[in-house]
């Protein structure tokens, strides 16, 4: 990725749109100015958008914390997968009408971000395709909630952190909902831990860790031609970077090596739970783990140290979906000592890494920045390392 200038200057946040199915239907980059004074300059700022998510991407909600900075954007030539929230109080100002319509012309979608005090201009309404209602609002005005042109448009509910929230924001008649319902997926998991896949995969973790044979290690793939396919589909996808097609289990350890194969069967385990309402865990999971890695390669990290750090990320989230507490999941599951410290006690090496990425995807600035100071990375730093590994999660959807 460039060295954009405007990266120093924003911090990003990220977390994703859920439908009513548990798909993933887009992803909301949150963007805060890091000085009140200082306006980043809204072209430069898709510039380097457009590096990881060009026009033909997947669709991304443009959360902009900044009046000045999303005042600028809206005046921009957006690409038609860039979606647009806008804040009520924004979208009631007759003065950013033409701006709002003229972006509707183009084809871009636009949201308008809680619930206005006054009806919007009859011009500026048909422009917005979905309003988004804070969970806090929503709680707080109880429900029903009063009427008006929040729910004279499709809703998004934001603000959810757990599968019960987005359960019953699903029921309050929300088409989506924004956010991380992760926080009670552990209670919910009771079973997991069952899923034949998943015990083959830490099999096979288990086999590559006592460097056994490909052989060996083949055998056990060969009763699971779905798994089989998982894992060379991940391993042969552009993220991976490799300039041979691997066709085999056997070719795929000859060519990685044992250390660079338990990385890829790690994201293997992370996502083959085929439970709908782990979607959004196995989204996080895979982007913790790329985005551990890519700070830790901005941090000056060797190979072996950022293999742990991608094999942290992904396994951070591996209690919700196996429905085990990490003291007893990694009794069965070999990790090194630095990932183990880090998921079960909270503490070592990798822990503030973990704690950077849990700070980028609450979206939280200052959490974001106190993080960053521990490992003493800047946020230009920060923002590159992201933008790396939402590319790289992209490529591996």
Not at 94 to 110: C, D, F, I, M
Not at 188 to 212: C, F, H, W, Y
Not at 346 to 367: I, Q, T
Request: proline content about 7%; hydrophobic content about 45%.
């Amino acid at each position: 990725m460039n060295d954009h200038p405007v990266l120093g200057q924003v911090a990003l946040g990220y977390s994703p749109m859920i439908d009513k199915h548990r798909a993933i239907t887009a992803l909301r980059l949150t963007v805060f100015p890091m000085r009140p004074d200082v306006t980043p300059d809204a072209v430069h700022l898709l510039e380097a958008l457009g590096e990881t998510w060009p026009a033909d991407a997947g669709r991304v909600s443009l959360n902009i914390v900044g009046e000045s900075l999303l005042q600028g954007l809206m005046q921009a030539e957006l690409p038609t997968n860039l979606m647009v929230e806008v804040p009520a109080f924004m979208a009631a100002d007759p003065v950013h009408s033409e701006a709002l319509q003229t972006l509707y012309k183009r084809g871009n979608t636009l949201l308008v971000k809680g619930r206005p005090t006054a009806p919007l201009p009859r011009e500026v309404l048909p422009c917005f395709a979905y309003s988004i209602i804070d969970l806090a609002d929503e709680r707080r005005d109880g429900l029903p909630p009063p009427g008006g042109v929040s729910r004279t448009i499709p809703h998004v509910q934001a603000g959810v952190r757990t599968l019960v929230e987005m359960t019953e924001a699903f029921g309050r008649g929300a088409i989506a909902v924004l956010g991380w319902p992760i926080d009670d997926a552990v209670a919910s998991r009771s079973k997991a831990a069952g899923q034949p896949q998943m015990q083959t995969i830490v099999e096979l973790i288990n086999r590559v860790d006592r460097e056994e044979s490909g052989d060996r290690m083949e055998a056990v793939l060969r009763n699971d031609p779905t798994l089989a396919f998982k894992l060379m589909r991940y391993i042969n996808s552009p993220a991976f970077g490799l300039s041979v097609e691997i066709s085999s289990f056997r070719h795929a350890l000859m060519i990685l090596g044992y250390q660079r194969l338990k990385r890829w069967l790690a994201l293997l385990l992370a996502s083959s739970s085929r439970d709908p309402d782990l979607r959004p865990v196995i989204f996080a999971a895979v982007r913790r783990g790329l985005l551990m890695e890519e700070l830790g390669r901005a941090s000056g990290a060797d190979d072996e140290h950022r293999s742990e750090l991608f094999i942290c990320g992904v396994f951070s989230l591996l209690d919700r979906m196996m429905g085990q507490p990490f003291a007893q999941l990694l009794a069965s599951i070999p990790v090194p000592e630095a990932v183990r410290s880090a998921l079960a006690d909270g503490a070592g090496p990798h822990h503030p890494y973990l704690e950077l990425v849990r700070a980028v995807e609450s979206a939280s600035v200052y959490d974001i920045r106190g993080a960053a100071e521990v490992l003493m990375l800047g946020v230009a730093e920060v923002n590159r390392a992201v933008m790396r590994a939402l590319a790289a999660a992209r490529q591996l959807d």
